[in-house]
Each structure stands twice: as C-alpha cells, then as structure tokens.
C-alpha cells in the first residue's frame, strides 16, 4: 500500500498571512492537532502544529520582549504600534510556521513513512504530488491500514479530518 491509499485528501490548510488566532481556531472548529501551509497554487511552504501555537504564546516572553525593546530604545519613545504588535499575539502563520517540513510522494510506500514517522518523531506527514499538497498520512492513519489492512483502500476518503486528534486510552484498573 501507497500515501495515498491511505492519506486524507483535501486537508485543511492555512495561508501565511492567516493570524495565530485564526490558526488555532481552525485547528479546534476542525479537530486536528495542525495544518499544513500553502500558497496560492497549492505549493507547501511549511506547517503549524498545536505544538508551535503553545510554544510562541508564552505572555512572559513577551513581556520580556517588550522590556528588551524599551531598554534598546536608550529613553526614545518605543513606537506603541510595534508594542502593540509584541502583546497582541497577533503574529501571522509566516512567524511561526515550522519550514523545514518531511514530506511523501503519493506513490510512498506505508513502510516508508512509518519509518519516517519514526525518524524524525512527527505526527503526520504531507503527501505531495508534483510538488503541489495532494494529502496528509497521520501516525492514525497507519495504525488504521495495519488493522484493517485492505479494506482502508476502499474506503471513501475523510474530508476534513487530516490530522485527528489521537490521545492515547487511560491504563485499566484491572482487578
């Protein structure tokens, strides 16, 4: 089996320029743990995941970056837009997005990307087809495959659902 036998097709997506609120409400009015970012022909230019939304909305830090422009500001007025910008948390995709991003071919096989997954300790991976996003494959969606084998195949593809939340089942308390 293949990427794209298996990958959610039509994944939700986000623009550059798309603020990190809009992201994050996107992630929870969808139910998936990131999205991909794309341009305007479909390109993939890099990811956000919930990860990279909690990491850059520490309020200390940017407390902290407020100070640091004050004090280099050596007693000048330190523009009230550019402090509003550092607290607002108003950055945009393009700030926090993860560039560096491991991808598939649609014609990757399962082993691949299980192997993939692995290596680079990822959740998903997007799949792509002549350059452009065609699909994502979530850690899911292979332990999907692996459990039912062939009837994945058929199965009609799931729109909107790329990245699904997995969250592992509490242990039982067995007697």
Do not use: C
Not at 121 to 150: M, N, W, Y
């Amino acid at each position: 089996m293949n990427a794209d036998q298996i990958m959610t097709r039509q994944p939700v997506t986000a623009g550059l320029t798309m603020s990190v609120r809009e992201v994050g409400k996107l992630l929870l009015e969808h139910g998936i743990s990131a999205v991909p970012v794309v341009d305007a022909s479909g390109a993939l230019l890099g990811i956000v995941s919930e990860g990279d939304l909690v990491r850059h909305s520490d309020v200390a830090r940017d407390e902290r970056q407020v100070w640091w422009l004050q004090m280099l500001a050596e007693g000048e007025d330190v523009a009230q837009e550019l402090l509003a910008y550092v607290r607002s948390g108003e950055r945009t995709v393009r700030d926090l997005m993860t560039r560096e991003v491991v991808t598939v071919e649609d014609q990757t096989p399962l082993p691949e990307i299980a192997r993939l997954l692995q290596e680079h300790r990822i959740k998903r991976v997007p799949v792509l087809r002549q350059g452009k996003l065609v699909g994502i494959v979530s850690r899911a969606d292979l332990v999907r495959a692996l459990t039912h084998g062939e009837e994945t195949a058929e199965r009609p593809p799931r729109p909107s659902t790329l990245f699904e939340m997995s969250r592992p089942s509490p242990p039982s308390r067995g007697i």
